[in-house]
């Protein structure tokens, strides 16, 4: 890592991303680009840099250790965001209602992807990325898996653009859905895919719907480290079946980093505003990983393989949004 950072490409690939990311980071605070999200912008920002040719080039082993290790760190970071406390405290209803979401939605999206004749490795990430918390569920199982950038970049917008479609789409059905504002803010923190997505939508409805809107969606985020950890035990047997030799265990030692994090914000006495700063790094990270994926994405291959991952994720976004309503309704 010492001697990464000590060569020039590393530090032209990391003002490079951190711009990137900086401009997600404040672009997302405007009205209409919270909807999309600082990472998503800072993935949109890498991918016009390759206008830039020059940057690129002279930044290419930067980028790749960026892509990678940073990301790495802003998840472990991201653990500060989750109160084990609070999430205990919201009961035993919306950790189960998380876990039906997340293993549902994933087997599902796989399930279609496959029908579609998807490959693996795009499959299961843009199923993750549904099921779970959007981007950082794509990134966080990639390497478990073991997937290019093609494979990353691809799965990163299908949930995130299909995230903002859908979180415009509940805003306007409230209105038709006769949910309370409790009731809404669990549809929302249940079915939408980033944690952007959730706030959004259910900020609309106000303060009540919005804590349980957050509430749902981290409850579903805590289990990131676990079906990723599961999923890549499942990926290394299912591809070295029939071999003798099998591979190193995929432990993701970085997940074990999110779930310490975690514990320690919650059981520990720090403030507050060392919390909200531990995670604003935690983004600034993850939106530079993000920015090195942009900057080194294939544009032929997504437009080639885009169109089947669209559809599978778009019907399983549908029949996640209408089990959240049904679930919501029956159990809030």
Same mark, same amino acid.
């Given at each position: 890592?010492?001697?990464?950072?000590?060569?020039?490409?590393?530090?032209?690939?990391?003002?490079?991303?951190?711009?990137?990311?900086?401009?997600?980071?404040?672009?997302?605070?405007?009205?209409?680009?919270?909807?999309?999200?600082?990472?998503?912008?800072?993935?949109?920002?890498?991918?016009?840099?390759?206008?830039?040719?020059?940057?690129?080039?002279?930044?290419?082993?930067?980028?790749?250790?960026?892509?990678?290790?940073?990301?790495?760190?802003?998840?472990?970071?991201?653990?500060?965001?989750?109160?084990?406390?609070?999430?205990?405290?919201?009961?035993?209803?919306?950790?189960?209602?998380?876990?039906?979401?997340?293993?549902?939605?994933?087997?599902?999206?796989?399930?279609?992807?496959?029908?579609?004749?998807?490959?693996?490795?795009?499959?299961?990430?843009?199923?993750?990325?549904?099921?779970?918390?959007?981007?950082?569920?794509?990134?966080?199982?990639?390497?478990?898996?073991?997937?290019?950038?093609?494979?990353?970049?691809?799965?990163?917008?299908?949930?995130?653009?299909?995230?903002?479609?859908?979180?415009?789409?509940?805003?306007?059905?409230?209105?038709?859905?006769?949910?309370?504002?409790?009731?809404?803010?669990?549809?929302?923190?249940?079915?939408?895919?980033?944690?952007?997505?959730?706030? #959004? @939508? *259910?900020? +609309?409805?106000?303060?009540?719907? &919005?804590?349980?809107?957050?509430?749902? $969606? !981290?409850?579903?985020?805590?289990?990131?480290?676990?079906?990723?950890?599961?999923?890549?035990?499942?990926?290394?047997?299912?591809?070295?079946?029939?071999?003798?030799?099998?591979?190193?265990?995929?432990?993701?030692?970085?997940?074990?980093?999110?779930?310490?994090?975690?514990?320690?914000?919650?059981?520990?006495?720090?403030?507050?505003?060392?919390?909200?700063?531990?995670?604003?790094?935690?983004?600034?990270?993850?939106?530079?990983?993000?920015?090195?994926?942009?900057?080194?994405?294939?544009?032929?291959?997504?437009?080639?393989?885009?169109?089947?991952?669209?559809? #599978? @994720? *778009?019907? +399983?976004?549908?029949?996640?949004? &209408?089990?959240?309503?049904?679930?919501? $309704? !029956?159990?809030?």
């Amino acid at each position: 890592m010492l001697m990464i950072m000590k060569k020039k490409s590393f530090w032209i690939a990391a003002v490079t991303t951190l711009a990137c990311s900086l401009l997600g980071k404040y672009l997302a605070l405007l009205p209409g680009f919270s909807l999309v999200g600082a990472l998503v912008i800072a993935l949109l920002a890498g991918m016009l840099m390759q206008t830039a040719s020059p940057i690129i080039y002279a930044s290419a082993e930067g980028i790749g250790f960026i892509s990678n290790k940073f990301l790495r760190f802003g998840i472990i970071l991201l653990g500060f965001r989750l109160n084990l406390y609070t999430l205990a405290e919201s009961g035993v209803k919306t950790i189960l209602l998380a876990c039906l979401v997340v293993t549902g939605t994933i087997l599902l999206t796989y399930w279609l992807c496959k029908k579609l004749g998807v490959e693996d490795k795009l499959a299961i990430l843009t199923a993750s990325g549904t099921g779970i918390c959007g981007a950082a569920a794509v990134m966080g199982v990639s390497p478990q898996v073991k997937a290019d950038r093609d494979d990353s970049v691809l799965a990163v917008a299908v949930v995130c653009i299909l995230g903002t479609v859908f979180t415009l789409i509940e805003i306007g059905l409230k209105p038709l859905l006769g949910l309370t504002n409790q009731q809404f803010g669990v549809m929302t923190g249940a079915s939408l895919h980033e944690i952007a997505h959730a706030v #959004a @939508a *259910g900020g +609309s409805a106000g303060t009540i719907s &919005l804590d349980a809107s957050l509430i749902t $969606k !981290l409850s579903r985020v805590i289990l990131l480290a676990p079906v990723a950890l599961f999923i890549g035990i499942w990926f290394q047997r299912k591809n070295t079946s029939g071999q003798k030799e099998k591979g190193k265990l995929p432990i993701p030692w970085f997940m074990g980093g999110f779930l310490l994090s975690s514990a320690i914000g919650s059981f520990l006495p720090i403030p507050d505003s060392v919390i909200n700063w531990l995670v604003s790094a935690a983004y600034i990270l993850l939106g530079m990983a993000m920015a090195a994926l942009g900057m080194s994405v294939n544009f032929k291959v997504i437009l080639e393989r885009g169109g089947k991952v669209f559809l #599978a @994720a *778009g019907i +399983s976004s549908i029949v996640l949004m &209408l089990f959240s309503i049904g679930a919501a $309704k !029956l159990f809030f």
